[in-house]
């Protein structure tokens, strides 16, 4: 080994160029960011090959004077900030001064810039890291970088490139995340010879959506807000099919945040299918102090200085958002843009469900006026019934928010009719869709009912799960669940809720001791997901189960049950709770058409 020696400038930017600069979508992101620190009005990019062999930003901002165009080049070079005290309030994109050396080492780059058309301005040209020219250029106030052949000179990289194609869809994703978080800015992307975005400058998110996706069907908005933290969303909801798309904004930066995905997708689980093929976009907006930016080389991670709060508060405006967009529910500040057709199940229960969402929950089985009619305005706004004509039936007037109730059918279904056909309601999972809702809004705080054991259950679990009880204690006892440890290894179950049997309580409480004993030094967010699975486990236990009768008071009670809760379609397992047997198909089927 010979000795320590300190890295020429021209290899430190090609080595941090291997964490800024990933593929042309990197290179999209930071020269967009870089304008819209200038100040543009106006951002355009063009890419040839998906970027790969041509990336060119252009834009109306501040411009560079010509000195300064040749000290950006430098490595942390940057006008942004200038001590330690501006890092912690960072309110630019852009702030460590690596971006434009990093793409200069790793491409051939051109910069052309003037801060002033009348002084003039100059043109830079670089070929991995080396300045070729510097020359004066005439031209209008703004920046206009361009560069070719990304990774020409580190052969390993650009292997890793992809087809043009997917290059070109992670570029779009970044030109898309910034328009989303500058509706009030131009954004313009050519690719080749075709445009495939020009979206004049927005109101808001919402209408830079539209413009951005006129396909988009319809577009739900949400807010909320607690200690300080705001959230805004959108959802929109797409053709139904592939995973849905995030964009996740935090104090107007497009950010890819780990814990932050997590928590959104944790949600969109619990309502799996709610957004297939849609987007959903959430704002944060928070104190600069209580978000450090600068904790990954593409910032595209952010860290929270009070995460469990952020994440309580993502998930609750996110569940509320996806309610709202199934149509049911009201949300603070909830819009809906009808502007375009929504989805027909929405439409078809929508209406309905809305219309009974007035009324406070009742206790499940405990029937005091579920017998009512159905208002007669219900499904204002729906289709027409469509087919039903057809065969000459109609159907029977709805008494229940899904439909007319026709029976139970082998003790395990629940079999309706409505406009459109057969309903069938799987008792058990709706059932179980009912209790988790209840169980999780008391473990936000409601109070939770709970019976006292005239025998204590005493469960022998071993020292490290009754060790872990202290920290499920609290959890528990919010759902109605009273634990305490009996000497070293036994726990003591003395009360429970009232949906949950004895023999199913052990069982449960065994689970989740087990499951806390590996949450030490788990990330926030933890917690929650315990309590998340918790809830998940006991509503599934406590669940009528199939092959169990139920009277006629009492399938209505749950369908009108199920009609309350976040979301009537699916279990929270992701399980479908209604089958619909369309009159078409029906009559498809029967060879009547
Ligand atoms: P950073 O954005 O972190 O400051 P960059 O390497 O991306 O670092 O840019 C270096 C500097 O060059 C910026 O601080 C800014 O002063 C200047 N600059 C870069 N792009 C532009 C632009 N499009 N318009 C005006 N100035 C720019
Ligand atoms: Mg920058």
């Avoid at 958002?321 to 049911?328: D, R, V």
């Avoid at 009670?557 to 009159?583: F, V």
Wanted: aromatic share 4%.
């Amino acid at each position: 080994m010979s000795r320590i020696r300190i890295l020429p400038d021209s290899l430190v930017n090609r080595i941090a160029a291997g964490e800024v600069v990933e593929r042309p979508s990197s290179v999209v992101k930071e020269l967009v960011e870089n304008s819209l620190d200038a100040g543009a009005a106006r951002v355009e990019v063009e890419l040839t090959e998906g970027g790969r062999s041509r990336v060119r930003v252009a834009d109306d901002g501040c411009g560079m004077d010509p000195d300064d165009a040749l000290i950006a080049l430098e490595r942390h070079a940057t006008s942004k900030i200038a001590s330690a005290d501006d890092l912690d309030r960072i309110a630019t994109l852009g702030f460590r001064g690596e971006a434009l050396p990093s793409i200069a080492a790793v491409s051939r780059f051109v910069l052309e810039t003037s801060s002033d058309a009348a002084a003039g301005g100059a043109r830079i040209t670089v070929e991995g890291g080396r300045v070729l020219a510097v020359e004066g250029a005439a031209r209008a106030r703004g920046t206009t970088v361009e560069i070719r052949d990304l990774f020409f000179n580190t052969p390993a990289r650009r292997k890793f490139l992809h087809a043009p194609a997917t290059e070109l869809r992670h570029a779009v994703d970044a030109v898309w995340g910034a328009a989303l978080a500058r509706p009030e800015v131009t954004f313009a992307l050519r690719h080749g010879s075709r445009t495939l975005l020009d979206a004049p400058p927005a109101r808001d998110t919402a209408e830079r959506l539209r413009d951005l996706w006129p396909g988009a069907g319809r577009i739900t908005r949400f807010a909320d807000a607690a200690a300080g933290i705001e959230v805004d969303g959108l959802i929109a909801t797409g053709d139904g099919r592939g995973r849905p798309a995030l964009t996740l904004i935090v104090n107007r930066r497009v950010v890819r945040d780990r814990l932050l995905v997590g928590a959104v997708l944790r949600v969109l689980r619990e309502t799996a299918g709610g957004l297939a093929g849609g987007r959903l976009v959430l704002e944060l907006r928070l104190p600069p102090d209580d978000v450090d930016v600068n904790v990954h080389p593409a910032k595209a991670e952010v860290r929270f200085a009070r995460g469990a709060a952020v994440f309580g508060l993502v998930q609750r405006a996110v569940r509320a958002g996806l309610a709202a967009s199934h149509g049911q529910v009201a949300v603070r500040r909830l819009e809906v843009d009808e502007g375009h057709v929504s989805e027909p199940a929405a439409a078809g229960y929508g209406g309905l469900l809305r219309a009974r969402r007035a009324a406070d929950a009742p206790p499940l089985f405990a029937h005091p006026a579920y017998g009512e009619p159905a208002p007669e305005e219900a499904a204002p706004g729906g289709p027409p019934p469509p087919r039903a004509h057809r065969s000459g039936a109609r159907a029977g007037a709805p008494d229940t928010p899904f439909g007319r109730l026709i029976g139970q059918y082998r003790s395990s279904f629940l079999v309706l009719e409505d406009d459109f056909g057969l309903v069938i309601v799987d008792q058990h999972v709706a059932h179980e869709r009912v209790l988790y809702d209840r169980i999780l809004s008391r473990l936000a705080g409601a109070v939770a009912p709970s019976q006292r054991l005239l025998e204590p259950l005493l469960l022998e679990l071993g020292e490290a799960a009754a060790a872990a009880l202290e920290r499920v204690a609290g959890i528990l006892a919010r759902v109605g669940i009273e634990a305490d440890a009996f000497g070293p290894d036994t726990v003591r179950i003395s009360a429970l809720p009232p949906e949950l049997e004895p023999a199913a309580a052990g069982e449960l409480v065994a689970d989740l001791l087990d499951r806390a004993t590996s949450l030490d030094g788990a990330p926030e967010g933890a917690a929650s997901e315990v309590e998340e699975g918790l809830a998940a486990d006991l509503s599934c236990r406590a669940a009528v189960k199939v092959n169990h009768r139920l009277g006629e008071t009492e399938q209505r009670a749950l369908l009108d049950d199920l009609a309350r809760t976040s979301n009537p379609y699916r279990c929270p397992h992701g399980r479908p709770i209604i089958l619909r047997l369309g009159q078409d198909e029906m009559e498809r089927r029967l060879g009547r058409r």
